[in-house]
């Protein structure tokens, strides 16, 4: 009786396929974790609607506070604690955390749920310049 020798299976084989396509979705799904996961970057159509009355004080502020600046303020990047680092960082808030009537950006903030409600508010509050 001789032992067998019998070679891992080559990638040129559907085994040895199947094996390469799950290592590449368990490191997609740990990057998806590290990284917060969710939809990020999806055009969400939020528009400013005519007589908006959300302002930085009055929601934006508030929503940062809530949601935000725990790991995004002073030296850390983006900082999101004032007005206008807010403005300056639009662009990137609606990517990872806004929503409309197209998306929801869902990514951010990795650490706790943001109501749809709040953020579709967040999406036209940006919509409008952050005002």
């Known amino acids: 009786m001789h032992a067998s020798s019998a070679a891992p299976p080559s990638l040129a084989t559907p085994h040895g396929l199947g094996r390469l396509a799950l290592a590449g979705a368990v490191v997609l799904a740990l990057l998806a974790l590290h990284c917060g996961g969710g939809t990020q970057g999806a055009d969400t159509g939020a528009v400013c609607p005519p007589g908006s009355t959300l302002t930085y004080a009055s929601f934006g502020k ?3 506070d809530n949601y935000c600046v725990s790991c995004h303020s ?7 604690d004032s007005a206008t680092s807010v403005k300056r960082e639009i662009r990137g808030i609606l990517s990872t955390t806004a929503a409309g009537p197209k998306a929801t950006n869902d990514s951010m903030p990795t650490d706790s749920d943001v109501p749809q409600d709040e953020r579709v508010k967040l999406g036209e509050w940006l919509a409008c310049g952050a005002p």
């Open 74 to 80: 002073g030296k850390e990047r983006p900082n999101l």
């Open 62 to 64: 508030p929503f940062m």
